[in-house]
């Protein structure tokens, strides 16, 4: 037990909640005692000295005394492998089936008695005690993977196993999934276990919601990515490397990557950031494009409470000017906290509600908690004991349902690793969608059992059916989160199959991407919490899941003035923009804190509106090439070292520089910009990069700098889309991507690309393969077109 646990168990211990969660707790315990005895004494081994290789598609197995490594360079430059026999599949991360094996990709002899497959991004060699090195076509060593060791218990079960590895010694690790503390992150250990912290976190809390075992390096040497495919429960321990400043006596980066069972196999992308992004988009599958309505503010609050506070909040948005396109219901809104249902004291319309905030141009969105209430007669807890031969729910090692304790009461769990549950849960939405709702977010599906102490979930001995290999929690409770967005994404498609589906969910594993987004989840208000927002959407984007953002204001508490606004700065520059916050904790809505916050909010979502074509574009982008929509500053230059380590800023596209606020009192701050003439969108002023450069930040808004030679689609002042160009360098063209908003459903889009140059001081704009049809407003250096 530790600090949190104390103070949680404190609070709830002596409420009936609070004893239902000691006697959870207590059962969970008991189970996993029964079911998981220890592991008893162990067996280390490790590969041994190389026997052998066979040739194989895309690169072969190479053999060792003790184990045997698989290795195969996939069509599109991902390179697998294996050791144990473990192959590409099953997955939860991937895609569909694996990559089909590069033909070209031989195994080969290499050095000193070891085995090489050189491919066209990558060469992976391999020494003759099992080492694995990723090098570059030049030779230059990206990562080398040491020796792996495994202990198994004598008895029998799973072998939890260690992979040391080395990096170069200026490299910076990202990914991992969510992490407060990131995006670049430091020395430390980070648990791959998704866990609900407790209500409230901040920059120090680890690990949070989503957790992945994906490490992306940027070096000198270049980009790569790694995937460790495996969801079990583990620990990664990172430390960053030490150049010798000149001695020659380098201290190399170091991972370590402890897993408690299940099969050591990776996969690894190398190149450029974007080419990076776009391999591991095509391997673990293209972003889901959110509706264009998502893409524009959104209000929540837990406790709205009745359909006449959602129309007073609607109505003061409206009669400030201010925009809004979602109003979300959180579990308020059901009754007796029960998911699929409707409290009809507070709410008797609900689709009456739905359909006149749509004729006012706001959607509803519906949360949607996994836990099934067991008591008072539910329908849906029936309904899904009568799926197949066992019902929907996880049961525990004697076969009975696992029963855990959340806002309903007690409450069983479906099994999200089982597809005839996800198609009946999936199935469920039409209820949702009947009473109005545009879309959903999934909330407590790490999953959460409140507990007076220990683990907020399941017991790891629960059994899952793991489409159908079948298994246990230890290897399910990091893809439940993943597993829920796919039956409710798959479900939304079915009922609804001429729209596209908008879902975003707090837990999730690799590939969450394919079925919607994220949000930080509850994180704390006050100023380290607005930074670890950042550090969010910036880290996720780089795991493959670009459309993210924070609970504005923080979730636990009432902001200030100034901390709301520099929070709604930032969320408008994120591609959820959400406020949010608990019951008890304060109104979100801007005018609530004063003329001066609600000028710089108008004026925020009115510049959110006119970049909304540039969001939709962003949307696509992210979608077909994999690169997220905020990015390190370091994107487009990592070999740039000051810029790798810049955490307090962000790249919106490539066109974009978003300087926010992060801290209190601030009215001026220094930014570090990448190479090239950059221009303040606000006051014009013009400054020169790469370096570091001092700009206005007014408390009525962030700093945000247009690179030269950008094209970006905007609304113009008449409604209609307009191409903003920030004058180009003479003898440096620039250009930019538009992708047109082709409604909410599947229909085929065209990218069109577009080119810019300064020719006899005029800006010049054109078009790749066709006329330019849209209105050019130049903007800039007093540039004329």
């Not at 949010?580 to 909010?601: C, D, K, N, S, T």
């Amino acid at each position: 037990m530790d600090g949190r646990d104390l103070v949680r168990s404190v609070k709830l211990v002596g409420s009936k909640r609070g004893l239902r969660t000691v006697r959870s707790a207590w059962r969970r315990a008991r189970a996993d005692a029964r079911a998981l005895p220890g592991r008893g004494p162990e067996r280390a081994r490790v590969p041994g000295a190389v026997t052998g290789a066979e040739q194989g598609p895309g690169g072969g197995v190479v053999r060792f005394a003790r184990s045997e490594l698989r290795i195969r360079v996939a069509v599109g430059g991902a390179v697998f492998w294996g050791w144990d026999g473990a192959g590409p599949g099953p997955s939860y991360a991937v895609d569909g089936d694996a990559p089909a094996a590069d033909p070209r990709a031989v195994l080969e002899p290499g050095t000193d008695g070891g085995w090489q497959v050189v491919a066209e991004r990558l060469t992976v060699a391999v020494s003759r005690h099992g080492a694995v090195e990723l090098r570059t076509p030049g030779g230059v060593v990206l990562r080398r993977e040491l020796p792996p060791r495994w202990w198994e218990p004598v008895a029998g079960g799973a072998a939890r196993w260690v992979q040391r590895s080395e990096v170069a010694a200026d490299a910076r690790f990202f990914g991992l999934g969510g992490r407060a503390a990131g995006p670049r992150l430091r020395n430390g250990a980070y648990a791959l276990w998704n866990t609900d912290p407790g209500g409230r976190f901040g920059p120090g809390d680890d690990p949070l919601y989503l957790t992945m075992p994906v490490q992306l390096v940027v070096a000198d040497a270049g980009t790569h990515l790694v995937l460790y495919d495996n969801s079990w429960s583990g620990r990664v321990s990172l430390r960053e490397g030490k150049e010798g400043a000149g001695s020659g006596h380098d201290r190399p980066g170091a991972s370590e990557v402890r897993v408690d069972g299940g099969p050591l196999r990776c996969w690894a992308v190398a190149g450029t950031p974007a080419r990076v992004l776009a391999g591991w988009t095509a391997l673990t599958g293209a972003a889901a494009v959110p509706p264009s309505w998502a893409l524009g503010a959104q209000h929540a609050r837990w406790g709205f409470g009745s359909e006449r506070e959602v129309r007073r909040i609607v109505a003061g948005y409206r009669e400030r000017g201010l925009p809004l396109s979602v109003l979300h219901l959180d579990i308020d809104h059901y009754d007796a906290h029960r998911a699929f249902t409707v409290d009809r004291g507070r709410f008797p319309d609900l689709p009456g509600l739905a359909a006149e905030l749509r004729e006012a141009g706001v959607r509803l969105v519906s949360i949607v908690d996994p836990a099934v209430a067991v008591a008072g007669g539910n329908e849906v807890c029936a309904s899904g004991r009568a799926v197949g031969a066992s019902g929907a729910f996880v049961r525990d090692a004697r076969g009975r349902e696992v029963l855990g304790e959340v806002w309903p009461g007690a409450c069983v769990y479906p099994d999200f690793t089982d597809p005839g549950v996800r198609e009946w849960w999936g199935g469920l939405y039409a209820e949702r969608l009947a009473q109005g709702f545009s879309g959903v977010w999934h909330d407590m599906n790490e999953p959460v059992s409140f507990a007076a102490f220990g683990d907020p979930s399941l017991p790891r001995s629960a059994l899952h059916a793991l489409e159908g290999r079948g298994g246990d929690h230890r290897e399910a409770h990091n893809v439940y989160g993943l597993a829920m967005a796919r039956a409710g994404y798959e479900g939304l498609v079915r009922l609804r199959p001429e729209e596209r589906p908008f879902l975003f969910s707090r837990s999730g594993w690799v590939g969450l991407q394919r079925y919607g987004g994220t949000w930080s989840g509850d994180v704390a208000t006050g100023w380290p919490g607005l930074r670890a927002s950042l550090a969010l959407a910036l880290g996720l984007g780089l795991c493959g899941v670009p459309y993210s953002g924070p609970d504005v204001g923080g979730f636990d508490g009432s902001p200030s003035p100034e901390l709301y606004l520099r929070w709604f700065q930032l969320g408008a520059y994120m591609p959820l923009f959400r406020t949010h916050a608990a019951i008890g904790a304060g109104r979100r809505e801007p005018w609530e804190f004063g003329p001066e916050v609600l000028a710089g909010a108008r004026e925020v979502l009115l510049e959110r509106e006119r970049l909304r074509p540039y969001w939709v574009t962003l949307a696509r982008l992210a979608a077909l090439t994999g690169a997220p929509y905020v990015r390190p500053l370091w994107w487009s230059a990592p070999g740039d070292r000051g810029l790798r380590d810049c955490e307090d800023a962000f790249l919106l596209g490539d066109a974009l520089l978003v300087a926010p606020v992060l801290q209190p009192g601030v009215v001026r701050r220094s930014v570090r910009l990448p190479p090239g003439r950059w221009y303040d969108t606000v006051s014009g002023a013009v400054y020169e990069g790469p370096g570091r450069v001092v700009v206005e930040a007014p408390l009525s808004r962030v700093p945000v700098l247009a690179r030269a030679g950008a094209v970006i689609p905007v609304r113009g002042a008449d409604g209609g889309l307009e191409l903003e160009v920030w004058a180009p360098v003479a003898g440096r063209p620039g250009g930019g991507t538009v992708v047109r908003d082709a409604g909410d459903g599947w229909e085929p889009v065209e990218v069109e690309r577009y080119t810019s140059r300064l020719e006899g001081g005029r800006v010049v704009v054109e078009r790749d393969g066709g006329a330019v049809e849209w209105p050019v407003r130049v903007r800039g250096a007093g540039a004329q077109r």
